[in-house]
């Protein structure tokens, strides 16, 4: 089946660096990724639809200029979260569509503290 | 976009089947009706989708009123491992495609 990769699984950072975390589609094309965040013990929210080859759309009250999101091909989008502080620790789960398949592939997740 | 509603938990036990219903009585003719799973500190997982009929796969049935104001993710005999909070979400079949969750339902599943 679809396959999403997404790393590093887990990342620690200091605050006011930037971390990069990839999305790829490991079998299949994705002209559209997805980037969600969750807090503990809350659900998933979107912060921003990718496309390969033109800018995200970002949703309503999401930072563009601090969360950079990258998908220059139509296997890899990538979320940057530029001058990280302690409150931007959150699990980020990126997704793709498979609509030919039918459903959405979603990512493992990826672990981010700012120490 | 359309809302769902689902029961903030529910608990069922081991090798019975397992129920989870969905209320989407704002649901469009062309809403797509999507169920995921979300197991600890994973990302969600795909676990079957409908539109008018009934569905089934490897992993649950999908049981969708005649209205399609509801629905029903069907779990024939539940194991330790479907221990998740389950999702569903209308997706419309034009447009962004994007997925908005809600709470979802926490399911428990006792030895």
């Known amino acids: 089946g679809a396959v999403v990769s997404q790393h590093p699984s887990w990342v620690i950072c200091k605050s006011g660096t930037s971390v990069k975390i990839e999305c790829r589609s490991l079998d299949f094309q994705a002209t559209t990724m997805f980037w969600y965040r969750q807090f503990p013990k809350q659900s998933l929210m979107l912060m921003a639809t990718?496309?390969?080859?033109?800018?995200?759309?970002?949703e309503q009250g999401v930072e563009k200029d601090k969360f950079l999101i990258n998908h220059a091909s139509l296997t890899l989008s990538t979320l940057t979260v530029t001058s990280a502080h302690p409150e931007d620790s959150s699990f980020y789960i990126c997704?793709?569509?498979?609509?030919?398949?039918?459903?959405?592939?979603f990512g493992s997740g990826t672990r981010l503290t700012v120490v | 976009d359309a809302k769902t509603t689902q029961p903030n938990s529910m608990e069922s036990n081991e090798e019975e089947p397992v129920h989870l219903p969905c209320n989407h009585s704002?649901?469009?003719?062309?809403?797509?009706i999507h169920w995921y799973r979300q197991l600890p500190s994973q990302g969600p997982e795909y676990v079957i989708h409908?539109?008018?009929s009934n569905v089934n796969n490897r992993m649950a049935s999908l049981a969708i009123a005649e209205d399609r104001k509801s629905s029903t993710l069907i779990l024939h005999r539940a194991t330790l491992r479907d221990a998740a909070v389950y999702y569903c979400?209308?997706?419309?079949?034009?447009?962004?495609?994007?997925?908005?969750f809600g709470q979802g339902t926490r399911l428990t599943i006792n030895p």
């Open positions: 997704s793709a569509s498979t609509r030919g398949l039918g459903g959405y592939t």
């Open positions: 704002t649901i469009s003719g062309t809403d797509y």
């Open positions: 409908g539109l008018t």
């Open positions: 979400i209308l997706v419309r079949q034009q447009g962004a495609q994007k997925l908005v």
């Open positions: 990718s496309n390969e080859g033109s800018k995200a759309t970002y």
